[in-house]
């Protein structure tokens, strides 16, 4: 089993910026993808970014150019800087990893971009 926990969210003005991070414990030496997905109110989950051991990542299209995903896998780590943050960016963020068999998530942090 792989446990998830996030940190980082909170509220910021539009045009700021936040990072999140994920850090992974338990069986987590079998993490191939880590990443972050994002749930807005009345809205599905939709990918954010993802980032497999290799380094190999994975963009949601309409972040690419703010969102920077990045990964520590000595420590089981993974990071999104956020910049230039916008209302529509509010949403729940929950971490997400995929040992080859499952799926793991976290348990979500929100971020809340408003003046």
């Known amino acids: 089993q792989v446990q998830l926990v996030e940190s980082g969210g909170g509220l910021v003005q539009p045009g700021g910026s936040l990072r999140l991070s994920c850090a992974a414990s338990g069986s987590s030496f079998s993490i191939n993808t880590m990443g972050w997905y994002r749930q807005a109110p009345g809205k599905e989950r939709e990918l954010v970014a993802v980032?497999?051991?290799?380094?190999?990542?994975n963009y949601a299209e309409s972040l690419k150019g703010r969102f920077t995903i990045s990964r520590e896998n000595a420590k089981n780590t993974v990071h999104l800087q956020m910049n230039s943050l916008k209302p529509e960016d509010t949403a729940v963020y929950y971490c997400h990893a995929w040992d080859y068999l499952k799926n793991y998530w976290g348990q979500g942090t929100q971020v809340t971009v408003s003046s």
């Open positions: 980032m497999a051991s290799s380094g190999f990542t």
